[in-house]
């Protein structure tokens, strides 16, 4: 046998088979052989042989890059169309999400081609507001992910503003190298069925008067009142009658809203109802869309001395 092949018989690796043993294209490097080609550690007709344990399943060191049949190379899929397989809010994997539900929030970004993607989100299929930049993504650009920054009543910066205000936004991400978009994500965010539990306090008539409305179960149901999409959020009545929107506290979901109430609202002692109505709940009444976004109202007695 010829030395320089019984040096290659002698440093390949015995346990992965490479023409029969032995490298006879390419070159012995660290125990395996390597031979430029594209492959999964076994014969493959069209491209050859790749005998490199460090490969990923297509026989492709580079994570971002993959098997080209015609070549028998490993190109790049930097200038690839990205694509999103799913989504997940924390650990949840779901496409809806119920404001107030987390105190903070990471996105995380199932899908294709999302090493160099930037997020983009809208108020619909084709609104596409991009610029935010991934906290971190895997180098096989199979997952990214975005710690949202905290929301304060329906405002934000980035993606914060459309989680913190009930309705429809649509995700997608861009590639940069290539000037590509992914499929469109849709996002349904629900407002909190609101519930009146008590008052802190009492009004006198025919007087000025604040008093805060509470709400003790499940985290607080009082949300602002956001122009969004579709519409406002928490909409208040008293006795049937309009009034001032209350704010509640904390935000974007409160345990108390307080309310502002005019003398000419209560100009006589005795029970007033005090009413709240949240759209785009989850479940409730005048429910439309897909999924449907329904109203849900609560209402409670004030006693005015």
């Known amino acids: 046998m010829p030395i320089l092949g019984w040096l290659r018989r002698a440093t390949c ?3 992965r088979i490479c023409d029969n043993g032995t490298c006879s294209t390419g070159v012995c490097n660290n125990g395996v052989c390597v031979d430029g080609k594209c492959g999964n550690g076994i014969i493959d007709q069209q491209c050859g042989e790749q005998c490199d344990p460090n490969a990923l399943p297509d026989g492709c060191l580079d994570p971002t890059t993959k098997c080209d049949p015609a070549s028998c190379t490993c190109v790049s899929t ?3 169309t990205p694509s999103i ?9 779901s496409s809806t999400m119920t404001v107030g539900d987390y105190t903070s929030v990471t996105l995380t970004i199932s899908g294709t081609h999302l090493a160099n993607a930037l997020i983009c989100y809208g108020s619909s299929s084709t609104d596409r507001r991009c610029g935010i ?3 971190s993504h895997s180098s096989d650009g199979t997952t990214l992910t975005y710690n949202v ?17 009930a309705g429809y936004s649509y995700l997608t991400v861009y590639n940069q190298t290539a000037g590509l978009f992914s499929n ?17 306090n009492t009004c006198n008539a025919n007087s000025p008067c604040n008093v805060y409305a509470n709400d003790t179960n ?42 502002l109430l005019s003398a000419s609202q209560i100009p006589a002692s005795g029970a007033y109802t005090i009413q709240v109505c949240n759209y785009d709940t989850a479940s409730g009444q005048n429910c439309s869309g897909s999924p449907p976004l329904c109203t849900a109202c609560t209402s409670s007695v004030l006693t005015v001395n």
């Open 13 to 15: 690796d015995p346990r």
């Open 85 to 93: 397989n799913s989504i997940k809010f924390n650990s949840t994997t």
């Open 184 to 200: 469109v994500w849709p996002i349904t965010i629900y407002n909190p069925a609101p519930e009146i539990t008590g008052f802190s």
């Open 78 to 80: 930097q200038n690839e």
């Open 133 to 135: 930049t991934p906290t």
């Open 218 to 259: 499940d985290g607080g149901g009082f949300v602002a009142d956001e122009d969004w999409i579709p519409r406002g959020s928490g909409q208040w009545t008293i006795n049937g009658n309009p009034m001032p929107q209350a704010s509640p506290t904390p935000t974007p979901v409160g345990t108390q809203a307080l309310i």
């Open 149 to 165: 920054p905290p929301t304060t009543g329906g405002s934000g910066t980035g993606f914060a503003a459309p989680l913190s205000q």
